[in-house]
């Protein structure tokens, strides 16, 4: 069984598109913006190399420990 995947976003009133995303073969990753805060934009894309980095390395193996990892990782990529 497989599925088709896609993304898209607005800007809206903002002046960017601060959303980011990835997918791949067993999972998809979004990365909402920060509101438009300075900073937000570069943090959504840290946060979406953060886990895509995290799953890439996972060897097609998804579970609890991966996904907590991913966001863990994500965390430690904006906060630095």
């Known amino acids: 069984m497989g599925f088709e995947s896609g993304w898209a976003t607005a800007t809206g ?3 960017d598109n601060q959303d ?3 997918v791949a073969d067993g999972w998809v990753m979004v990365s909402d913006g920060a ?3 300075r ?3 570069q943090a959504a894309a840290l946060t979406v190399a953060a ?3 995290r799953l890439g390395a996972s060897a097609d193996r998804m ?3 991966v996904g907590r990892e991913a966001v ?3 965390n430690a990529a ?3």
């Open 39 to 41: 900073g937000g934009a």
């Open 72 to 74: 863990q990782d994500a």
């Open 63 to 65: 579970d609890d420990r």
């Open 35 to 37: 509101g438009g805060l």
């Open 51 to 53: 886990v895509v980095a």
């Open 13 to 15: 009133r903002r002046p």
């Open 20 to 22: 980011r995303a990835a």
């Open 78 to 80: 904006v906060r630095s």
